[in-house]
């Protein structure tokens, strides 16, 4: 004989009031209850975020050509929300926040720490080693200082060297 669940027992309103009173418990409980119970079970948490991860994937998988469309209408739409994803990711990257930023962008006083240039939007410098956030730099210098710690540095010294009078 199959198990009956005790909501099937019960009737229209009564299964009503029930539902209501789990929305309450968990309106007031649920956020510390899942706090409490994804510090409990950490495999579980894991084998879930894995399980989600794959989903996505095989979604855009199958529907790579619209998901693309609508990021691509959804940036067109509103490039300032864009903007700001994007500027908060670049800061996350290097273990900025975006007042991080703020603050340095106005110590420079908007300007380039290497030309002085003033920039409305200046790049985070840092040791690509370390990854140790050094000064904002426009995008020139940025590229710039990125070519001279460029591994081939010593081979680009030699060639202007041979070619020094021409």
Known sequence: MAHKQISDAMTPEERERRRESCRK???????????????EHPESVARQNE??????????????ELVN??????????P??????NRVATCRKYGLTPEDYA????IQD????????????????HNHTTNVVRELLCARCNKAIGYIEHPL????????GRHADA
């Open 25 to 39: 418990w968990y309106a007031k409980n649920g956020k510390e209850y899942a706090r409490k119970w994804r510090a």
């Open 51 to 64: 399980n989600r991860k794959a989903a996505s994937r095989r979604y855009y998988e199958r529907n790579k």
């Open 69 to 78: 469309a609508r990021v691509r209408e959804r940036r067109a739409a509103d």
């Open 80 to 85: 300032e929300r864009t903007y700001a994803y």
């Open 103 to 106: 603050r340095m962008y106005d």
């Open 110 to 125: 908007g300007r380039c720490a290497a030309c002085g240039d003033p920039q409305d939007v200046l790049c985070i410098d």
């Open 153 to 160: 540095r010593p081979r680009w010294e030699a060639y202007l």
